[in-house]
């Protein structure tokens, strides 16, 4: 969306295979996948995954590649034409895409849409991209699945004001630039705080099932970073656990997933709590017993 800059960048997908993957050198192919370009430097692609539980044709994310894509800071501009672009359903950024990325034979697609995506069937001459599988984020920088629930969780970092941890569902719209949180965004400021009005349920916006402020100096962070679902066993205190941090203070947290699944009821105010985790481990350089917090 807008025109290039000199800030301009372009996010490029590229698939590598490798003939000889016990070398210390690549010796094989490389094949661009998809490219997007960003009206900045930040905010560009983030993580890529496929579903753990799709191990074979039966199941519906079999070979779908789930692509976590930034809004290269369009939506905290103060411009009517870059601000709405996480909102629109005619461009890539500020989206989490599915695709198969399986080169198509015959043709020259470098990647298939999936047949049960949200917007493939939707109205022709529209433009609306069918790579789209959920949209309204700034920066869905991790994504992680948990296998026993089959849940995909995304981590979005803020502008000013909120951290967000979201329950992604197929199609669902996550609110940015419009809101960050559950607040509405004031893009003359940049500050998230105005009350959702009353007509905010007609916008079908998906709010997040966790959100801390952000704000270094209320000891909590600026830039979410997550995550995984503790299934291991050797920290039962944290089994079911969703595990994330901040990425600028190193501060880390833990939720209880069934929280988050309750909290993910539709109404923006029902939101899963989270708390500290502190590590402590004994100095290897020290002969002493004491141990450091982290």
């Known amino acids: 969306p807008g025109t290039d800059n000199v800030f301009t960048r ?33 905010h560009p692609i983030g993580d890529l995954l496929f579903n753990p539980l799709a ?14 894509v930034g809004e290269g800071g369009a939506g905290e501009m103060n411009n009517a034409i870059l601000h709405a672009t996480p909102q629109r359903l005619d461009v890539l950024q500020g989206k989490i895409l599915r695709i198969v990325p399986d ?50 969780l995304e981590t979005d970092v803020g502008f000013h004001t909120w951290e967000e ?24 400021t ?9 007509d905010d349920a007609p916008k079908g916006y998906t709010y997040p099932v966790i959100q801390y402020a952000h704000s270094p100096a209320l000891g909590v962070g600026d830039a979410i970073c997550g995550g995984f ?3 291991g066993t050797k920290l039962p205190q944290l089994q079911g656990k ?5 990425i600028t203070t190193g501060e880390l947290f833990y939720a209880d997933l069934a929280a988050m699944i309750a909290a993910d009821d539709g109404n923006p105010s029902t939101r ?21 917090a982290l």
């Not at 590229?14 to 430097?41: H, Y």
């Not at 999936?114 to 991209?129: C, E, K, Q, S, W």
């Not at 199609?171 to 003359?188: K, S, W």
Request: hydrophobic content about 40%; aromatic content about 12%; proline content about 9%.
């Open 10 to 42: 372009q996010g490029v997908l590229i698939e590598w295979q490798d003939t000889k993957p016990t070398n210390s050198t690549f010796e094989g192919t490389a094949r661009e996948l998809l490219r997007v370009e960003f009206n900045n430097r930040f």
């Open 55 to 68: 191990t074979g044709p039966a199941h519906p994310d079999w070979r779908r590649l789930y692509v976590a």
């Open 103 to 152: 080169a198509p034979a015959g043709g020259p697609l470098r990647y298939t849409i999936p047949a049960d995506n949200p917007f493939l069937d939707a109205v022709a001459g529209a433009g609306i991209r069918p790579e789209i599988y959920a949209y309204g984020f700034r920066n869905p920088h991790r994504l992680t699945f948990d296998p026993p629930t089959g849940l995909l």
């Open 165 to 188: 941890v979201n329950i992604i569902r197929r199609g669902a719209n996550y609110g940015y630039a419009d809101r960050e949180g559950t607040a509405v965004l004031d893009v003359a």
């Open 190 to 198: 940049g500050i998230a705080s105005g009350p959702l009005p009353a």
């Open 229 to 231: 679902v503790y299934r």
């Open 242 to 246: 969703f595990i994330f941090g901040d």
């Open 272 to 292: 899963a709590s989270y708390h500290s985790i502190d590590i402590e481990l004994t100095n290897p350089r020290s002969t002493g017993v004491a141990c450091a």
